[in-house]
């Protein structure tokens, strides 16, 4: 490991950055599902989080070798068929040639980068200390929460229905939230808790708190957010028929109006449900294969 551990995350941003746009740009087709699409986003979090990768000739990450990414090796196994491979660790920023020592180009690069880890360690504990504390205050808000039903809590304290807690969650919804409409805000927060969604939020958020010094960090995690919200919808009304999802998007409008919350976002959950397709055998299948096929092209390093 470096002593200098913001030239390892420097590097990772950039590749980062770089998959990023991509999944961005993948993410415009109409015809992809969110509910299949989100898991997309898991690929340049990855990135943030992991400085070496497999190479492999099919790897998009020769495009960026042409024009300025060079590779360290950091392990290799070679005389064993085709199962030989190689990781490596893509030194895009270039300025260090070896990583064990850590050799720079001349000693003014190890002094910036030395004082740039100090910098970037103390920007990121102060990102990770701000959100917990935003968390502790937020549960001691709650802490008071009436017990409805199930895993539903009414609060005063709240003004949107909201799942909290990553390991025993749980619904609060506000006190005055208990019409006819409420099973179709409690079917969405409980598929949250089915498909882990605040576990992934906060994986997002540490990824991002890693790379805070990076707009482009706070972008993706921004429309990860975004559309792990419409993939939630996707997947709350998958068996509902045409007049439910009518009545699941009226109650979006509903509680967006009475929670002041709005935006471009709610527009595209909107349209999602009421554009909703159900997705056949042979189409999940082949978004499958779409996902796994993207995921290997962009998680791994160039040969």
Known sequence: MPREPFYWVL?????????????????????????????LWAIPFIRMLIPFGITSRYSLMTLVAKLTTRSITVYRIENAGPFAWTITWPNTVMVVEETSPMGYRSPSLKSIFARASVVWLIGTAVVLLTAAIIYILTMREIKGARHWKDNVFLSDKVDCPSVYGVFRPRIVLPSSWTGQEIKNIILHENTHIRRKDNFWRLLGL??????????????????FLSNLEIACDESSVAKMSQQERKEYATTLVNATVASGFGGAIFRKRIEAVLSFRRITVFSAICFAVLVLVIAFALLTNAV
Not at 207 to 223: D, I, M, Q, R
Request: glycine share 4%.
């Open 11 to 39: 590097n990772m941003s950039i590749i980062a950055s770089f998959i990023g746009v991509i999944v961005w740009l993948i993410g415009k087709i109409r015809m992809l599902p969110r509910r299949v699409f989100v898991f």
């Open 206 to 223: 540490f990824a991002t708190a890693v790379h805070w010094f990076n707009p482009l960090s706070w972008f993706f995690y921004k429309e």
